[in-house]
């Protein structure tokens, strides 16, 4: 996606015990790393958002929690399936919009209205057929899990000639 500002990021869904060398990979092949482990920063997910309503918090209740009961040095990321939530995320002061599994027209939405208030990262269907269009609706970074959990390996053989 060199025609775009757009980063490519990996995602921490990597074979067990082979994390660093999945990670490193693809940072040498032009990508860039996500999070390491759960410790790099505070993800709010689908499960925690869905829990945390039925107490009768809003987005923006959850992120400002969240704020409150974390360090200043942690980021703090949201997923949010809808440009509505998407908005409400970033006027609460989060650090990362994820866009969920949006398609391109409602991500372009969402990124009108976060406004630059947040990063906008895409997640969840993309793959080679849609990036350029998922590239193309501002995000800023885009995060694929296949960049290591469906990397194809390699055949590499070593044949001894006597």
Known sequence: MKE???????TRKTLPGL??????????GGGTNHRLNLG????????????LRR????????????????SR????????????????????????V???NMSPDEM??????????????????VNLDNIRAVAETGV????VGALTHSARALDISLELIA
């Open 19 to 28: 994390r660093i060398l999945e990670k490193y990979a693809v940072s040498a």
């Open 73 to 96: 040095h942690f980021k703090i990321e949201i997923e949010t399936t809808c440009a509505g939530d998407a908005r409400e995320a970033a006027l609460a002061g989060v650090d990362v």
């Open 55 to 70: 107490q009768g918090l809003g987005i923006g209740d959850i992120v400002r929690k969240a704020r409150d009961k974390t």
């Open 140 to 143: 800023d970074w885009i995060s």
């Open 40 to 51: 790099d920063m505070v993800l709010i997910k689908d499960n925690h958002i869905a829990i």
């Open 108 to 125: 372009r939405q969402a990124v009108v209205l976060i406004d630059h208030k947040a990063i906008v990262e895409a997640s969840g269907g």
């Open 98 to 100: 994820m866009l969920d």
């Open 4 to 10: 775009t500002p757009v980063k490519i990021l990996d």
